[in-house]
T-cell receptor
């Protein structure tokens, strides 16, 4: 069965530090992969997506993610975190017709000044 | 700008009540989705619809039903609310190609 694992429930970084959020997926075919962000009290906003092609994907707000098929991973990175990046981040895999999404449990990011 | 709206941000209901959660999108999207979000579980798909009057069960449909009478509107119905349905409910929509889902702000439902 398809699944998404985000191993880190909470991460705290200092403002200006680099960030990597981990995501591992289980899916039989070539996956469609997504990262969404949810700011407090808000709905989810798409950060970036991977369907095919270049395995390094650029997104909004300075985020990028790298698809590694051999590791079944799609980790999210940002070179320098801003206080406004504090939010919950969800990795998701597209699981078949009509692009049903399967989400990970989320990683909550806190940013220290 | 893309817009998905949900009828209420916060809702408090009593056990056994019938509850309607409404979602409207203004993007002429074919697909609409209802998710439930719980801490430590992420988002789980309740139902989705790929056309007017068409619906399919998601991963956790028990205790819920849906209605889509118009393309822009997708309603989630709790026939008899229970305390274990206390949660955040998120609506989303996408085109038929489905490459990006757009989410509403969510409705936080408390069932007492």
């Amino acid at each position: 069965a398809q699944s998404v694992t985000q191993p880190d429930i909470h991460i705290t970084v200092s403002e200006g530090a680099s960030l990597e959020l981990r995501c591992n997926y289980s899916y039989g075919a070539t996956p469609y992969l997504f990262w969404y962000v949810q700011s407090p009290g808000q709905g989810l906003q798409l950060l970036l997506k991977y369907f095919s092609g270049d395995t390094l994907v650029q997104g909004i707000k300075g985020f990028e993610a790298e698809f590694k098929r051999s590791q079944s991973s799609f980790n999210l990175r940002k070179p320098s975190v801003h206080w406004s990046d504090a939010a919950e981040y969800f990795c998701a895999v597209g699981a078949g017709g009509y692009n049903k999404l399967i989400f990970g449990a989320g990683t909550r990011l806190a940013v220290h000044p | 700008d893309v817009k998905v709206t949900q009828s209420s941000r916060y809702l408090v209901k009593r056990t056994g009540e019938k509850v309607f959660l409404e979602c409207v999108q203004d993007m002429d999207h074919e697909n609409m989705f209802w998710y439930r979000q719980d801490p430590g579980l992420g988002l789980r798909l309740i139902y989705f619809s790929y056309d007017v009057k068409m619906k399919e069960k998601g991963d956790i449909p028990e205790g819920y039903s849906v209605s889509r009478e118009k393309k822009e509107r997708f309603s989630l119905i709790l026939e008899s609310a229970s305390t274990n349905q206390t949660s955040m409910y998120l609506c989303a929509s996408s085109t038929i190609a489905g490459d990006t889902q757009y989410f509403g702000p969510g409705t936080r439902l408390t069932v007492l």
